[in-house]
T-cell receptor, first 108, second 114 residues
Framework: AQRVTQPEKLLSVFKGAPVELKCNYS??????LFWYVQYSRQRLQLLLR??SRESIKGFTADLNKGETSFHLKKPFAQEEDSAMYYC??????????FGTGTSLTVIP | KAGVTQTPRYLIKTRGQQVTLSCSPI?????VSWYQQTPGQGLQFLFE???????NKGNFPGRFSGRQFSNSRSEMNVSTLELGDSALYLC?????????????FGEGSRLTVL
């Protein structure tokens, strides 16, 4: 069963524009949700996790249990934000599911 | 601090062969997970090892197996290779486990099955 859905494979925005990467999940319990990022020629790395409620590189993500969403947002996109973004769901049993990823391109 | 090291980085095999991939986690990390990454399916969880014990397993056939040694190094094995096994296999290291700790990814082993 698909547990994490990222509906957009590709997303392009202009520099300075707001950006939102969508993530929806299906899980009946209390999810642990994360965003991972992969910059060109680099390894996947943690961007943020919902439990810490932090803002990293200007990105934030709010868990909406009613809509089962964990969208990633940034008010003003920068060129260095161009990367592949993966939403991930962790749950009891130590399983961890990644979405299929969204490739973000910030146009100068 | 050395990162997660995977060997070999690239390999080509033919159908029916078997392959062993190796992963050295970050020093002190006891959790090692393996993922298969393909363009169509994205990242799919294979299994996680913690202190030499398999703690969880994804939905892959029994041809996929793994183990972890006392020094936390891990290997995964794929037997009777099929064309569909062509993928990037990622090793993930964590201090305490995939839920509680930050995940550190290796660069991957790219397997091509001909």
């Amino acid at each position: 069963a698909q547990r994490v859905t990222q509906p957009e494979k590709l997303l392009s925005v202009f520099k300075g524009a707001p950006v939102e990467l969508k993530c929806n999940y299906s899980y009946s319990g209390s999810p642990e949700l994360f965003w991972y990022v992969q910059y060109s020629r680099q390894r996947l790395q943690l961007l943020l996790r919902h439990i810490s409620r932090e803002s990293i590189k200007g990105f934030t993500a709010d868990l909406n249990k009613g809509e089962t969403s964990f969208h990633l947002k940034k008010p003003f996109a920068q060129e260095e934000d161009s990367a592949m973004y993966y939403c991930a769901l962790g749950w009891a049993g130590n399983q961890f599911y990644f979405g299929t990823g969204t490739s973000l391109t910030v146009i100068p | 601090k050395a990162g997660v090291t995977q060997t070999p980085r690239y390999l080509i095999k033919t159908r029916g062969q078997q392959v062993t991939l190796s992963c050295s986690p970050i020093s002190g990390h006891r959790s090692v997970s393996w993922y298969q990454q393909t363009p169509g399916q994205g990242l799919q969880f294979l299994f996680e090892y913690f202190s030499e014990t398999q703690r969880n397993k994804g939905n892959f056939p029994g041809r996929f197996s793994g183990r972890q040694f006392s020094n936390s190094r891990s290997e995964m094995n794929v037997s009777t290779l099929e064309l569909g096994d062509s993928a990037l296999y990622l090793c993930v290291s964590s201090l305490s486990g995939i839920l509680t700790g930050e995940l550190f990814f290796g660069e991957g082993s790219r397997l091509t099955v001909l």
